[in-house]
């Protein structure tokens, strides 16, 4: 790294690879306090010379708010990736691509982290309705987003008891305002979420996101007989 800066410049193309390659590096080795100055560093420089929508970059920015969140700074982590969103939307949405699930499943976490469950919400069942429809992504990146999600409900409602109401009554039990919310949110995502979340510990949702569908499926096909 030091022989190319002092040869190439510290805003040379390779001297930036090699910089943030050096907080990987000390990334990898748990050294949490140390690559924040280098991927800083990457960042900004690939901005200057290419732009805010330089992929090497985004890469980086990415990165860094990995090791912000590792480092508990979940507040910063958002601020980072929320300034680089619309970036990052233009850059990636459209092939569908895999980038954007795994971008919109880490600020969806983040958000979480910091009590922003409405917006947490709006990425995470964005990140895995996009990771559920290119070739490219892998199971673990769905698993992920959707673990997030499941992240994401268990804390909002310990958060807000007070939006439970322990009068109504449904066939899986007791439900909260939150819980509507939450199955209303997960019914629009795809049909799968249902059996993994069957799977999950929070099997109640996906039993009720099944029973209500399997409920409107009947009532369709009733409607259909009788025209």
Not at 24 to 53: I, N, Q, T
Not at 74 to 100: C, I, P, Y
Not at 157 to 170: F, M
Not at 181 to 202: D, F, I, K
Request: glycine share 8%.
């Amino acid at each position: 790294l030091e022989k190319r800066r002092r040869l190439l410049g510290d805003n040379h193309p390779d001297t930036l690879v090699s910089i943030n390659n050096m907080g990987v590096l000390l990334d990898k080795l748990g050294k949490l306090a140390e690559p924040e100055p280098y991927y800083r560093e990457a960042m900004e420089g690939g901005r200057r010379l290419s732009g805010d929508d330089d992929l090497n970059s985004l890469n980086t920015m990415m990165s860094l708010s990995s090791l912000l969140e590792a480092r508990g700074e979940h507040a910063e982590a958002v601020e980072l990736m929320a300034a680089s969103e619309r970036t990052v939307r233009e850059k990636f949405t459209a092939g569908g691509n895999r980038q954007l699930g795994i971008f919109l499943t880490a600020l969806g976490r983040a958000r979480t982290n910091v009590g922003d469950y409405e917006t947490a919400q709006s990425n995470l069942t964005e990140a895995f309705t996009v990771l559920g429809g290119v070739g490219d992504a892998t199971d673990e990146d769905r698993r992920e987003s959707l673990n997030c999600l499941v992240k994401l409900y268990e804390r909002w409602n310990a958060a807000e008891p007070a939006l439970r109401e322990p009068s109504i009554q449904g066939a899986f039990g007791e439900r909260s305002f939150l819980r509507r919310r939450q199955l209303a949110a997960l019914e629009h995502l795809p049909g799968r979420v249902v059996v993994v979340m069957a799977r999950h510990p929070n099997e109640r949702a996906g039993r009720q996101i099944a029973c209500r569908r399997r409920a409107r499926a009947s009532h369709e096909r009733k409607e259909d007989e009788h025209d």
